[in-house]
């Protein structure tokens, strides 16, 4: 169960943080958030999506057609995909939001098992003199970076919304026991884009909302990738049989040396 605390000297000086080996933690997660910086990967590597957010929209990257159930992460943690959300790349750090201020800090979920005690192995929160240690300035660094853009992002989607330009997208899934709409999903309408008013048109770039819509249209190909991985977690469960590959890396490669970036 998710803890998150707000690092802190008092709190964190004498402890360690260890990098997460495996992606169980998010194998509930059907959808992830998205931000602008990460467009370009992702909408190759798998449908992008708008969900309904309190009166306005968000840009979420479509994990999986089944509630509670991501399809890119396989039964031993390995993730089953060629680009990985920075939404999961931070874990098990998060920016917290600090009651009655605007402000945030950064969090990290104690209930993962990855803040240890001092004598284990891992890396420092804080040096010997207090400072932030390097590996951990470089999580803060990507947190921020994160954050200003997803106030980017959080522009381009409300311009988008306010042109017309996002309406349902309602997804008929076939199973063994007949149709199945899933709903609750929203995409670009290529229909509305293209009839806009030149000055509507170009507030849309002046907000970067086009590269949004057209890698939201992009990722349209990629939704066929469900059926493969629902073939791939067949023969991952149980025990990959000897007709796979020793690692996954060959078909789905993800580049592990360094995933707190872009």
């Not at 964190?12 to 958030?33: E, I, M």
């Not at 968000?58 to 057609?65: E, I, T, Y």
């Not at 853009?149 to 349902?168: F, H, M, N, Q």
């Not at 048109?201 to 909302?209: D, E, I, M, Q, W």
């Amino acid at each position: 169960m998710s803890q998150i605390t707000s690092v802190s000297r008092e709190r964190h000086a004498g402890k360690k943080w260890q990098r997460f080996s495996s992606y169980h933690f998010a194998a509930t997660a059907a959808l992830a958030p998205l931000v602008d910086a990460e467009l370009g990967s992702a909408a190759l590597a798998m449908p992008l999506a708008f969900i309904q957010k309190g009166t306005g929209f968000a840009l979420v990257a479509v994990l999986s057609l089944t509630p509670g159930r991501n399809m890119l992460v396989a039964p031993d943690g390995r993730w089953l995909g060629s680009y990985v959300p920075a939404h999961f790349r931070t874990h098990p750090f998060c920016h917290a939001s600090v009651q009655g201020t605007d402000g945030a800090v950064v969090g990290v979920d104690e209930g993962s098992g990855l803040v240890v005690d001092g004598a284990s192995s891992g890396e420092e929160f804080f040096g010997a003199d207090g400072k932030v240690s390097p590996a951990f300035q470089k999580v803060i660094d990507f947190l921020n970076e994160l954050d200003r853009s997803r106030k980017t992002t959080d522009a381009a989607v409300s311009a988008l919304a306010e042109a017309g330009a996002i309406e349902p997208w309602s997804i008929t899934l076939k199973t063994g026991k007949g149709d199945r709409m899933i709903g609750g999903l929203y995409r670009v309408s290529e229909t509305a884009l293209n009839s806009l008013a030149d000055a509507a048109f170009l507030k849309l770039r002046k907000t970067s909302a086009l590269p949004m819509a057209y890698s939201r249209i992009l990722s349209m190909g990629t939704l066929g990738i469900f059926e493969r991985l629902s073939r791939l977690q067949a023969q991952l469960t149980p025990p990959p049989s000897s007709a796979l590959p020793d690692s996954l890396d060959s078909l789905f490669k993800v580049q592990d040396d360094d995933i707190i970036r872009f």
